[in-house]
Every structure is written in structure tokens, then in C-alpha cells.
């Protein structure tokens, strides 16, 4: 299939079985999806295979898994780490952990959200500027290369916290690569999406210069006007004013990752999917200049050789594609 990257879900214990409401981030046993011995098992032999392990990294939020004096679920526990005594209470946090105004803070935090930081109601924002965080944080992302055997980070709602410490995790923990889910507001006028997409994935290399270029960004802009000119025919979209892509693609490659659909944007949520009839050919229209790319398992491809996005070089194979960048080398994620 020419994937080399799998992606899959956040593996610790989450008060949603998802994943996505993480408390006890080194409890691998307690996550919905199995056992650490079984992840563990898995990442080896996707290894054999020459496949790498992308864990889903999610450290915007974390939800405390006891209450304070007052009812506020702020106090977190070390639990699935018990054995390694070295490790003893590196993810005991309290309310001095999270941003100050948020509604589990208890005033002992060092500082609120930044001027950028989108909310998370769902689940105590985590300030992490502060030391102690960074410090836990890039200990458990260390121990899930080392120990538990993950290649690479996909960073989870990355603007609801500075693009800095993305960066300086990735510095930490030494991934094979890493790609931030950075989903911004696309620009629309009366008439629908406007053509002129520059601020969009402007805002998103400058999210990229921020980390220091440790890590990529799933190209947003370029799935937000590929789908809108699939879906219309409307393919006087697919070329800037300068005659590139128009997406981050056009302006970045090395560091843009394309994609059509993710667990939010299509499958059973759908937020904003992709026509459900049309496929990856169109990732390949610039096939020079494009390094990396994500396929959601479960897409289709129904797009034959004689259709307006088709390339000479397309491959007909189901879930074949072709598009942007990573830090090192090509990469082909697929999302489980």
C-alpha cells in the first residue's frame, strides 16, 4: 500500500474510552483499546514490517482523577508507572498545573492561557510553561519511544498552546518525526470559501517557525479547497495567483502533511468530510512537490483516469496518494 507511518488512537486511560479526555497518561492497562503488553506487541511487529508507531499525543487538557477540598477534579495521580521507582511522582500534578482562570484552576497557577489559546471546557487546560509540566510531559514522551516503542508524535489541538512547547518536546523526546493537527477558521464570504487562502496557511507556518520546524502541520487549507473544488467543480481553485498549490503545500512541502478526512473532519462524526465520492487522486496533482500523506482507513477511491483531477502517474489502488512533508524523509500515514 506504500504506507509507512500508522497512526493510531491515544493510548492511555481516558475518562472517554476514545482517548481523548487522557488522566493518567503513563496507565497504558487502563485505556479502552487494550493493554500496554498489546500495544507493546503491535509497535514491535509494525517494526518487522518497516512500519513506525505514531502516537496520538494529546497534553492540551488533562482530566484530574480526584477531587480537591472544593469538588474540582484538579488533583492527578503517577498511576501506571508504580514500578519504576525512578519515575515516582513525575505526573503527580495539582491545581498549580492548570491555567490560571480555568474553571478546575484552584488560584494556585502560575500564569493563564496564552493570547492565542483556544479553550477546552471539557477538561482542565494544562499551563505548560510551567517547569514541572515540560519536565512530565517530555519523561512520558521519552518512555513511550523507549519503552512502549512509538516512532513519532501527532500532537492533538495544538492552538489551544503555544507552538514553542511543541517544539521543545519534540527536542526532548527525539521523535522520528511529528505533525500538529492545526485546525483553523478558513476565510468565506457570501459566496462560499474565498479563493485567497494566503492568511490561512500563513497563520499555519507561522505555527510551524514557532516550534522551530520540529515538527510538520496537517495542511488544512489545501483539504478545505480541494473538497470545495471537488465538490463544484470548481478546479480554477487548485492553482494560487502565482500558479501553486494553493494550499501549505504551494508554500511549505517540507512540512506539510495532506490529508482528505480524519476522525473529526469524516467518518462518523463528519464535521466537515470530504464528498463521499471522490477520492485521493487529487493529492497527486503536484506529485514533484509533495513528500507526505494520510489516509483515513475506511476511504474509497471513485476517481477514474479520464476525470479533470487525474494525473498520468495516479495509481488506481484503493487509499493510494500522494502529498506533503515531514522532518525526515517521505512518510505515508495511515490513521487506525
Keep these: 500500500m506504500g504506507i509507512t507511518d500508522v497512526w493510531l488512537p491515544p493510548c492511555s486511560q481516558s475518562v472517554a474510552p476514545q482517548g481523548y479526555l487522557p488522566s493518567q497518561l503513563f496507565n497504558l492497562d487502563g485505556s479502552a483499546y487494550g493493554k500496554k503488553d498489546q500495544l507493546k506487541e503491535l509497535l514491535n511487529?509494525?517494526?518487522?514490517?518497516?512500519?513506525r508507531g505514531i502516537a496520538d499525543i494529546v497534553i492540551n487538557h488533562r482530566c484530574g482523577d480526584q477531587q480537591d477540598e472544593h469538588g474540582r477534579w484538579n488533583v492527578?495521580?503517577?498511576?501506571?508507572?508504580?514500578?519504576?521507582?525512578?519515575?515516582?511522582g513525575v505526573m503527580d500534578w495539582q491545581g498549580w498545573a492548570?491555567?490560571?482562570g480555568d474553571k478546575f484552576s484552584d488560584g494556585t497557577g502560575e500564569r493563564g492561557p496564552g493570547q492565542y489559546d483556544d479553550k477546552f471546557d471539557a477538561a482542565p487546560d494544562i499551563d505548560h510553561g510551567n517547569k514541572k509540566v515540560q519536565q512530565s510531559i517530555s519523561v512520558w514522551l521519552r518512555w513511550l519511544r523507549l519503552d512502549v516503542g512509538f516512532d513519532g508524535w501527532r500532537f492533538d489541538f495544538?492552538?489551544?498552546?503555544?507552538a514553542e512547547y511543541v517544539g521543545l518536546y519534540c527536542k526532548k523526546?527525539?521523535?522520528?518525526w511529528a505533525?500538529?493537527?492545526l485546525w483553523l477558521d478558513m476565510r468565506y464570504d457570501e459566496n462560499g470559501l474565498c479563493y485567497d487562502q494566503n492568511e490561512h496557511r500563513q497563520n499555519t507556518i507561522n505555527?510551524?517557525?514557532?516550534?522551530?520546524?520540529?515538527?510538520t502541520a496537517f495542511d488544512f487549507t489545501t483539504k478545505g479547497i480541494l473538497q470545495e473544488a471537488c465538490r463544484n467543480r470548481q478546479y480554477w481553485r487548485l492553482?494560487?495567483?502565482?500558479?501553486?498549490?494553493?494550499g501549505l503545500l504551494g508554500w511549505m512541502p517540507s512540512h506539510a502533511v495532506t490529508f482528505l478526512d480524519n476522525h473529526d473532519t469524516g467518518s462518523t462524526q463528519a464535521h466537515w468530510p470530504f464528498p463521499g465520492d471522490k477520492g485521493f487522486g487529487g493529492l497527486r496533482l503536484h506529485p514533484h512537490t509533495s513528500r507526505n500523506s494520510m489516509c483515513l482507513l475506511g476511504s474509497r477511491v471513485r476517481l477514474g483516469r479520464r476525470h479533470p483531477l487525474a494525473h498520468p502517474s495516479l495509481d488506481q489502488a484503493s487509499g493510494k496518494g500522494q502529498a506533503a512533508g515531514g522532518r525526515q524523509g517521505k512518510h505515508s500515514l495511515c490513521r487506525c
Excluded: C
Excluded at 511487529?45 to 512500519?51: D, N, S
Excluded at 495544538?158 to 503555544?162: E, N, P, Q, S, W
Excluded at 505555527?207 to 515538527?215: G, P, Q
Excluded at 492553482?239 to 494553493?246: C, H, S
Design 98 to 100: 492548570i491555567t490560571l
Design 173 to 176: 523526546s527525539l521523535p522520528s
Design 179 to 181: 505533525v500538529g493537527e
Design 207 to 215: 505555527w510551524i517557525n514557532a516550534t522551530d520546524k520540529e515538527s
Design 158 to 162: 495544538v492552538k489551544g498552546y503555544g
Design 239 to 246: 492553482k494560487d495567483q502565482d500558479g501553486k498549490p494553493p
Design 45 to 51: 511487529k509494525m517494526h518487522q514490517k518497516g512500519l
Design 76 to 88: 492527578f495521580t503517577n498511576t501506571g508507572i508504580e514500578s519504576r521507582k525512578s519515575f515516582a
